[in-house]
């Protein structure tokens, strides 16, 4: 079974802080993805990667930076924590190939005060 | 742009009720369709998908059809149990592989009541 690992399921920070948020998966995917869920907006697409130091922006990217430096490990970076990006954070990966699912982490909950 | 819609609920039904979650779509070109279950507290798991028009997933007594003329995806279940008590995200893909993302709909919070 595909395993993507997160590395926090709850966060709490301060506004201003720099939040690093981890994400590993163990099935040599090449895309990566970071989701932010919210009530009544469900899941929308942060930022994705396809493979190892390329990113490419989401729906929502503003406030946001990644990092993939191993292509089994895809980090999400908040440069300057504000209370809007309170919200349930949601990492999945899958493989390169046509019609193949996106596996899920368990998602962090992270509160910016 | 690509869209999902579906009803957003709660939905409540009683132990052996049949299910049925409507979802539509828009979308350029010819995309892959899906189903997710969110369980509290845990991330999304998939639970069946469909890459071609008039295909049927299927999984754990849940089935969807892939309706090209009507853009629709709708999961029904013929008799649910109070485990299937989750949230339901109806998704899709344009590339296929998914490596532009998901687009979602927003989730149907279903209730099952023994």
């Known amino acids: 079974d595909v395993k993507v690992t997160q590395s926090s399921r709850y966060l709490v920070k301060r506004t201003g802080e720099k939040v690093f948020l981890e994400c590993v998966q163990d099935m040599d995917h090449e895309n990566m993805f970071w989701y932010r869920q919210d009530p009544g907006l469900g899941l929308r697409l942060i930022y994705f990667?396809?493979?190892?130091?390329?990113?490419e922006k989401g729906d929502i990217p503003e406030g946001y930076s990644v990092s993939r430096e191993k292509k089994e490990r895809f980090s999400l970076i908040l440069e300057s924590a504000s209370t809007n990006q309170t919200s349930m954070y949601l990492c999945?990966?899958?493989?390169?190939?046509?019609?193949?699912?996106?596996?899920f982490g368990d998602g962090t909950r992270l509160s910016i005060l | 742009g690509n869209s999902v819609t579906q009803m957003e609920g709660p939905v409540t039904l009683s132990e052996e009720a049949f299910l049925t979650i409507n979802c539509t779509y828009t979308a350029t070109g010819y995309p892959s369709l899906f189903w997710y279950v969110q369980y509290p507290g845990e991330g999304l798991q998939l639970l069946l998908k469909?890459?071609?028009?008039?295909d049927k997933g299927s999984n754990k007594g849940f089935e969807a059809t892939y309706r090209k003329e009507t853009t629709s995806f709708h999961l029904e279940k013929g008799s649910v149990q109070v485990s299937d008590s989750a949230v339901y995200f109806c998704?899709?893909?344009?590339?296929?592989?998914?490596?532009?993302?998901?687009?979602f709909g927003k989730g149907t919070h279903l209730i099952i009541q023994p």
């Open positions: 999945a990966s899958s493989l390169v190939r046509q019609h193949q699912p996106q596996h």
């Open positions: 469909a890459t071609k028009a008039d």
């Open positions: 998704a899709l893909s344009v590339s296929g592989g998914g490596a532009d993302g998901l687009t």
């Open positions: 990667s396809y493979d190892v130091k390329m990113k």
